[in-house]
């Protein structure tokens, strides 16, 4: 059988893996991330068919197991960490999620075994330098034009997909390319270190690319990634200048490149209060690296250090670090986004999801790649052992503070693979070349088992791939607009909910948000209302029968009943979240608003106090509990809180304003009215809001005098206006 095809399919498929960075699919649910994730997991799988025929056919692409082959090492040593997460997922707190993972992120355990099915064929079937120039030569082109895609959203012809100034390219987050284009600058620098010797041009080629990525990593203002590439790069020229040659230009060379290094970093640390720094967008987050600033990523890690500590084994399983920031949630956190799924802490992340065993494991990969290059005899120069040791020290430093991501994944396996091959090609012996693993199978049996293989893939592609598919898409389309009217939007949005894979919280979630919106905006009639918000609560409440432990889902839930006028179901979500994230101010204010709700305000003064005295730092703890102090009847106390934080007891606050309002306490409504107005004195509905509060208090006068205001700001108010002080002058109410 020719086996040539096969093996030129597999480098194909490895062509297209490294072109993912650039696909978009913006007609599914979480466009750059999903589109991503399901392009790599279709070419993986794909490459895995194509490899396990040419197994059958081909002894040579078959893995070596043989321990004195080193790069069986890293395979046995990847193989036990994607088994360990296995285990840790069995017994994760949300298997389903550990499993599948979300739209938002595509990981999981399910990601993590395509991740590894890409290293195997890798190591199994590229074992030829060319093969590897052809591949990093793909990666670089990639690379560039990610980057003139980034110049472009520079000049204003592309836009910033996340918004501000921080070039994100085709990823949708600059983090994200932060850290691909600091794989892509060392590998850069790799090619020209092999092939550029003696070749002008594509010397100027790689420098180009080289100088481009470097471009693309500032104007991410990534800032571990910035200071993991210059801390990458002293230590790969320290090595050049105490390992390599002995030769005065080398020398002279290294010491120019570290003095540059030098200059630029204690100059900019020098300079890093002027103006021109500051005025920078970019230069100013760099230079405004402070403890202070990275409080909030200590408190996490010390959340996740606390859930590692409750589970050290095997840990929490992936996609399960929110149950361990709800449980262990500080209240400190309360000026942040009120769910995090990651402990923005590479390591830290592996140690909650994987417990010592798979931290340990992850560890060990770093280890195994730094002993390749550095052991007696390696295979590897000195000018390689220093740039790939300045990557994985300049990732290293990286993952200190972000966690990782497809793309990241992707080039880090790569480079295990490549370290694997190269100590595969250095080895003396290959182990037992006469073993049956290296026999040749005959045709019949080729001819039995290709099919068999294939559809094998064809199975696991269809389950891996086609429902989540389905569900981004169905999800997209729920959210758009329909020429059929909204029944359209509810037909696509059941489609999603009703899901049994990837994507099925996420999907239920955008029901409730959908249900939400469709009340609070009188779409359609109200048996039309009434059936969707039905279906949303028995959606809903299927996922936390499901995943009973989730705080956000309870949370969500909750306020969803509460809003739908179903107080007591609503309470028994608050009194199951609380249980499960008891320092979280959140839930106190729900249950808080629910209490005052039906009436018990003892209950509610009492649980808006408990959410203050967690942190009284929090501003809107403080104005619940003056609020529910107010309505109380001690006011006193209430102005005492204001006073202390605002220096007025009437805070622009709607809380407050409703407390008032409930109390008949006017002057306090009417000073909080007049105080919007004066910050925005051209806004006719918040000088007609001042007008209404006035006739509610029986100053007559004042409303129209407040009417008069707002026909003077906006003469298309005129004729609407002289009706309403009409009526109020006659004695009327409008």
Known sequence: MKTSWLKWGIIAGIFGVFCIPLFVANPLFFPFITGKGFAFRILVEILVALWLVLMLADPSARPRFSLKQRGTWIFIALSLFVL??????????????????????????????HL??????????????????MIFEVAIGVSVIEGLYGLLQLAGSLPINQGGVRVDGTFGNATYLAVYMLFMAFFTALAYHWWGKGKTKIRWWYGAAFVLQLIMIFYTATRGTILGLFGGAVLTVLIILFFGERTKQVRKWSVGVLIALAVLGGGFFLAKDTAFIQSNDVLT?????????????????????????????????????????????????????????????????????????????????????????WRPKSAFTVTERALFTGLLAGYGFHNLFVFDNLLSYILFFTLLAYIAF????????????????????????????????VSIMVIVFYFANVSGIATAYNLIEALKPHE??????????????????????EAREQLVQFAVQAKNASIGDEAFRSSVEGYAIQQMSDEISRNPNDTRLRLFLGTFLRQAGRYEESKNQFDAALLLSPKKQQIYFELGILETLRGNKEKALELFKTAFELDQGYDT????????????????LSDT?????????????????????????????????KSRVVNDPKNVKKIVQLAAIYLEAGRRTEAIAALQQAIEADASFKAQGEYYIQEIASGKNP
Request: hydrophobic content about 45%; charged content about 20%; aromatic content about 16%.
């Open 116 to 133: 590894y099915a890409f290293f195997v064929v890798l190591w199994s079937t590229i074992r030829d330098v060319k093969d590897w120039r």
């Open 621 to 636: 703890a403080r104005l619940y509990y003056a609020a529910a102090l107010t309505r109380s009847g001690n006011k006193a």
């Open 484 to 505: 059929k009217g909204i029944e359209e939007n509810v037909r696509y949005i059941k489609l999603a909910s009703e899901t049994t894979g990837l994507g099925r919280q």
């Open 422 to 453: 190269r100590e595969e090609s250095n080895d003396a012996s290959h182990g037992d070349e006469n073993s049956w693993w290296r026999h040749k199978a005959s045709p019949s049996v080729i001819a039995m088992g290709a099919p068999i293989l």
């Open 641 to 673: 809180l204001l006073i202390e934080k605002f220096q007025t007891t009437a805070p622009d606050n709607d809380v407050l304003l409703q407390a008032y309002l409930d109390v008949r306490d006017y002057d306090a409504v009417i000073a909080i009215a």
């Open 285 to 373: 987050r760099i230079a405004n690296i402070s403890l202070s600033e990275g409080s909030t990523r200590f408190t996490i890690w010390n959340m996740a250090w606390q859930g590692f500590q409750e589970r050290p084994i095997f840990g929490w399983g992936q996609e399960s670090f929110n149950h361990v920031f709800n449980k262990y949630y500080e209240p400190s956190m309360y000026a942040q986004e009120p769910w995090f799924d990651r402990a923005h802490n590479e390591y830290l992340d592996w140690l909650v999801a994987g417990g010592s065993v798979g931290f340990l494991l992850y560890l060990s990969l770093f280890a195994l790649a730094l002993w390749f290059l």
């Open 84 to 113: 360990s997460l296995g285990v840790s997922d069995i017994w994760s707190a949300n298997p389903h999620k550990s499993f599948w993972s979300n739209f938002e992120r595509m990981e999981g355990w399910i990601g993590l075994i």
